[in-house]
C-alpha cells in the first residue's frame, strides 16, 4: 500500500463580537436548553445541546450571532481556498463537571468550535492519524477554531465546576 500525508490548515482567532453578543446568546441558548438524554455508547456525556435541531437556522440564538458568524466564516473559506462557505449544521452544547465527549469526527469538508464560555482547563483534544500523536488546541472564551472534519477530536472529561458552552458547526 502507498501512503501519501498531506498537510491540513487549522484556523484559530477570535470572534470580534463575542464581548457583545455573549450574555444574550447564553441567556437564548438558556431558554433552548435540552437535556441530552441520549446513553452514548462510547460514555459521551453532554449535559445540554441541541443536536437534534442542527439543520434549524431559525432558533433565536442562532439568529442573534448569524451575520457576525457570517463575516468570520467567509473569513475562514477564503483563507482555506475556498469561494464561500455553506453551514450544513449548527448546534450548542453544554458540559458541566466530568462530561466529556469521546473520541469522534464529522461530516463535510470543515468543522469548527466557538468558544461562548470556557475556562482554560477543558481544551479540544485532536489525534493526528499520521504522527499517532495528540495534542490540545490552545483556545480561550471568544476564539473560533476551524479544522478539517477528517480530524479525530474530542473534548475531554471536564474537571471544574465552571461550565463549558460551545457551538459547534459542519461547513
Known amino acids: 500500500m502507498k501512503v501519501?500525508?498531506?498537510s491540513a490548515k487549522i484556523l484559530q482567532f477570535k470572534f470580534?463580537?463575542?464581548k457583545k453578543v455573549k450574555k444574550e446568546l447564553l441567556e437564548k441558548i438558556n431558554e433552548a436548553k435540552v437535556l441530552d438524554t441520549n446513553r452514548h455508547e462510547d460514555n459521551t456525556l453532554i449535559s445540554y445541546c441541541d443536536w437534534e435541531e442542527r439543520k434549524d437556522l431559525d432558533r433565536p440564538w442562532f439568529q442573534l450571532?448569524?451575520?457576525p458568524m457570517s463575516i468570520h466564516f467567509s473569513?475562514?473559506?477564503k483563507e482555506l481556498g475556498f469561494h464561500g462557505h455553506v453551514i450544513r449544521d449548527i448546534w450548542f452544547q453544554q458540559y458541566n463537571k466530568l462530561d466529556c465527549h469521546n473520541w469522534h469526527i464529522h461530516s463535510?469538508?470543515?468543522?469548527g468550535v466557538y468558544y461562548v464560555e470556557n475556562d482554560s482547563t477543558c481544551k479540544t483534544e485532536l489525534y493526528d492519524s499520521f504522527t499517532k500523536k495528540k495534542f490540545f488546541i490552545n483556545s480561550k472564551e471568544g476564539d473560533l477554531v476551524f479544522f478539517p472534519s477528517f480530524i479525530v477530536h474530542r473534548s475531554p472529561p471536564k474537571k471544574t465546576n465552571k461550565k463549558k458552552t460551545i457551538i459547534s458547526w459542519n461547513v
Not at 463535510?108 to 468543522?111: A, D, E, L, P
Open 16 to 18: 470580534t463580537f463575542h
Open 4 to 6: 501519501t500525508t498531506i
Open 108 to 111: 463535510n469538508n470543515y468543522t
Open 75 to 77: 473569513y475562514a473559506a
Open 65 to 67: 450571532i448569524k451575520i
